[in-house]
């Protein structure tokens, strides 16, 4: 097993570039990864952009909230300089963006539906849609899952074809009734509730396990033993030394 193989780059590679832009997608292919995650959300006038926060402030230098923004606004800000003057001038990406540069690579993908508080409906139907209309012929579908559980029911009547996974942030115990019954692949957890027994329960139903956010290796082998199958990370490559620590943190 190459250990780097199970490794789902986070946001691209957050440690890398700054999180879910495109530099950080060409940096996860850079050093070799396979799968990348990234968060979907909605403009105010409904147009699909790949971002993380509900508002602007931490990774741009714009203000406000996301959800509350015109793509023409959003279109305007810079997403790179927060993170290093190296990246001064990366964009947002549009989730179209990002579907185009899937279509000329071999990476895989888990895209996230991220719906802005009240934007469930309209965010998985622009996701649905995008997927649809977008996606590369012949390439594996992405994975897509969801905090939000409406968003995963509406995937599975309106794309039964999609693979899903269940994303829990705290423990459910009626996980098993939701995957099932929404027909997921896998269970993405928090690594605060990975516990064995949870590992194996979920396993031995014959889901994958995925564990999110896991930035060290001592963790991700611990997991590999207990079975898990995969860990998003904002390091791509686990050992790298602690000189990113603090940036670790704050990403976290
Ligand atoms: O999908 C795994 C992970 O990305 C979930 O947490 O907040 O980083 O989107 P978050
Ligand atoms: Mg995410």
């Not at 995937?155 to 705290?170: D, F, M, N, V, Y």
């Not at 139903?205 to 995969?230: E, I, M």
């Amino acid at each position: 097993m190459v250990f780097e193989k199970k490794i789902i780059g986070h946001r691209g590679a957050a440690a890398h570039a700054p999180e879910n832009t495109l530099v950080a997608f060409e940096n996860a292919r850079a050093l070799n990864c396979h799968c990348i995650e990234f968060d979907v959300m909605l403009s105010v006038d409904g147009e699909a952009f790949v971002f993380h926060d509900d508002t602007l402030h931490r990774t741009t230098n714009g203000f406000g909230k996301f959800g509350l923004a015109t793509s023409q606004y959003l279109k305007s800000l810079d997403a790179g300089r927060w993170f290093s003057k190296a990246f001064r001038g990366e964009k947002i990406p549009t989730f179209r963006e990002v579907l185009e540069w899937l279509a000329l690579s071999e990476m895989h993908a888990n895209v996230e539906i991220k719906p802005f508080p009240g934007s469930t409906e309209q965010t998985t139907l622009a996701v649905l849609h995008h997927i649809r209309d977008y996606w590369p012929v012949g390439k594996a579908l992405p994975l897509v899952s969801s905090f939000d559980v409406q968003a995963l029911v509406m995937c599975h009547r309106l794309a039964p074809e999609l693979p899903l996974g269940l994303l829990l942030h705290h423990w459910d115990e009626h996980w098993k009734r939701l995957a099932d019954d929404l027909n997921c692949v896998s269970v993405h957890l928090n690594r605060h509730i990975a516990t064995k027994s949870r590992v194996h329960a979920i396993k031995k139903a014959g889901f994958l396990v995925y564990v999110y956010t896991v930035n060290s290796k001592r963790l991700a082998t611990k997991l590999f033993d207990w079975g898990v199958d995969a860990v998003f990370s904002d390091y791509l490559v686990l050992n790298m030394k602690t000189k990113y620590q603090l940036m670790v943190r704050r990403l976290i």
